[in-house]
């Protein structure tokens, strides 16, 4: 019965590792990010929903990136992590008109996509009754509010805008 229980454990061990190796993306696809992104460092791959997805840093640059490719290599987009500043200025206009200049922003990234348009997510924490909330918009360039969550568990804006 120990040797059984043993076996079980290490069978679940090795599948662990076994979980936690790199997505293998084609080389296609490798060779497409490497021409899109060639100073990019500490490259890891991975699957989401179906696409290749490479997360990586580029020297000099604030935060992770993540460029998402379709099986046969095709970049479909890219998110950036960038600061508060870094919106153009109709976004931070748009947000600071609806929540006010002084609302603590905890998360801002850029979204590139191969559909054209660059969307702008902004994470920030406001009170509602009493309560301090997040709160997830979705700005075009131009400040236009694209979309809004309010106080979603491990919410991803990015999966709404694949293809």
Not at 85 to 99: C, H, M, N
Request: glycine share 6%.
């Amino acid at each position: 019965m120990r040797k059984l229980l043993f076996a079980t454990i290490m069978l679940v061990a090795a599948l662990g590792f076994v979980a936690c190796d790199d997505y293998n993306a084609p080389t296609s696809t490798r060779s497409a990010f490497n021409e899109r992104y060639p100073n990019a460092v500490d490259v890891e791959w991975e699957r989401k929903r179906g696409y290749a997805v490479a997360e990586f840093h580029i020297p000099g640059q604030r935060g992770e990136c993540e460029a998402w490719y379709t099986k046969s290599g095709e970049w479909v987009m890219t998110k950036f992590d960038i600061t508060y500043s870094e919106l153009p200025q109709a976004v931070r206009t748009a947000f600071e008109t609806e929540y006010g200049a002084q609302t603590p922003v905890d998360d801002v990234e850029r979204l590139e996509r191969n559909t054209g348009g660059t969307i702008y997510f902004i994470e920030a924490t406001l009170v509602v009754n009493g309560y301090l909330t997040d709160i997830y918009l979705d700005y075009a360039e131009d400040g236009t509010l694209l979309r809004t969550a309010v106080d979603v568990e491990n919410y991803d804006n990015v999966y709404y805008y694949l293809p």
